[in-house]
């Protein structure tokens, strides 16, 4: 197994355009999380699903942001008519319920920039 | 309010030497995790280490080790002797409701310390 892999690693896009992440958990993990990451911060929680049901968003999830996981396996999140202020580093993690407390294992990341 | 404060921006330490990482947190759960993760400047989370708040003895991990102060709702971390390959940001993160049957997920994260390891 290769860990969570995401893609794109970056991103650069104009205000207004849609954008669309990818993220590949490791394969026997039910539960996959989305964070978000400004400069300077720590990772913020977006949302989390357990197999293809999303069990928790955050208030930061406005309705600009949608993620889905639609067989449980592999998730996107698609951000609506970008802002500067969606300018992130955006984290995806996965875990089960046996390994989750040896951590959640994070992929590198997509870098958005929004120009 | 903050659930999880950590008041070092930045902390610098010699390469051999050991260092503390303060992390305090704030919850009314009993049940609640507590994960200490290394961000180079790569960017990916690195898991280091895990306490539980009902582990009776401080979490160890290699060179890692998590000082476990519950009553002052404190979790920090110590680096034993120091390498210059630990230099990057360090993120102490808690995870509450851990109780059976729980299905929260969410970790809440404090904004991280920048370690620097000289020689």
């Known amino acids: 197994d290769t860990g969570v892999s995401q893609d794109p690693r970056h991103k650069i896009t104009k205000r207004g355009q849609n954008v669309t992440f990818r993220c590949d958990p490791i394969?026997?993990?039910?539960?996959l999380y989305w964070y978000r990451q400004t400069l300077g911060q720590g990772p913020e929680f977006l949302t989390y699903?357990?197999?293809?049901?999303?069990?928790?968003k955050s208030r930061l999830l406005s309705d600009r942001f949608s993620a889905e996981r639609p067989k449980g396996s592999f998730s996107t999140l698609e951000i609506q008519r970008t802002e500067q202020g969606d300018s992130a580093m955006y984290l995806c993690?996965?875990?089960?319920?046996?390994?989750?407390?040896?951590?959640?294992?994070f992929g590198s990341g997509t870098r958005l920039t929004v120009v | 309010a903050q659930k999880i404060t950590q008041t070092q921006p930045g902390m610098f330490v010699q390469e051999k030497e050991a260092v503390t990482l303060d992390c305090t947190y704030d919850?009314?759960?009993?049940?609640?995790?507590l994960f200490w993760y290394k961000q180079p400047s790569s960017g990916e989370m690195i898991f280091l280490i895990y306490?539980?708040?009902?582990?009776?003895q401080n979490a160890t991990e290699g060179r890692y080790s998590l000082n476990f102060q519950k009553a002052r709702k404190s979790a920090n971390l110590v680096i034993s002797a120091s390498q210059l390959g630990d230099s990057a940001m360090y993120f102490c993160?808690?995870?509450?409701?851990?109780?059976?049957?729980?299905?929260?997920?969410?970790?809440?994260f404090g904004r991280g310390t920048q370690l620097t390891v000289w020689p």
């Open positions: 993690a996965s875990s089960d319920r046996a390994t989750e407390l040896r951590g959640y294992t």
């Open positions: 394969s026997e993990h039910n539960r």
């Open positions: 699903f357990q197999n293809e049901a999303q069990l928790e």
């Open positions: 919850t009314s759960d009993q049940s609640y995790g």
């Open positions: 306490q539980g708040s009902y582990d009776e």
């Open positions: 993160a808690m995870r509450e409701g851990l109780g059976r049957g729980s299905t929260l997920g969410r970790l809440y």
